[in-house]
């Protein structure tokens, strides 16, 4: 399973930014798939995700202003970032769990300047 993210960049304090990420199979079939961030000097952190069956979760740091939507016809998952502050600079990582393997995309940068 190969992963394409895109979608990071600059943003500013309060403006909004989408990711996308391409499987290259089909997601139908996945476990779980979503979004983790790494900021400077911290930890990989789960962000949001989908499970098979469709669920959707959330962080609670990101509940309320990130949307996260999947297109199985796309094999796509996008992140919508509204309200976006200086906490969310971070690179971001898709994320596929299949048949118990984990999948990562290469991480896309994001930067909110206040």
């Known amino acids: 399973v190969q992963l394409q993210a895109s979608g990071g960049g600059l943003a500013k304090a309060g403006e909004s930014l989408t990711l996308s990420c391409a499987a290259s199979?089909?997601?139908?079939?996945?476990?779980?798939m979503g979004w983790w961030r790494q900021a400077p000097g911290k930890e990989r952190e789960q962000i949001a995700f989908?499970?098979?069956?469709?669920?959707?979760h959330y962080k609670d740091s990101v509940k309320g202003r990130f949307t996260l939507t999947r297109d199985d016809a796309k094999n796509t998952v996008h992140l919508q970032m509204n309200t976006l502050n200086s906490d969310d600079t971070a690179v971001y990582y898709c994320?596929?769990?299949?048949?118990?393997?984990?999948?990562w995309g290469k991480g896309t940068l994001v930067t909110v300047s206040s």
């Open positions: 989908t499970l098979k069956g469709g669920s959707i």
């Open positions: 994320n596929a769990v299949l048949d118990g393997y984990n999948y």
């Open positions: 199979s089909s997601i139908y079939s996945f476990y779980r």
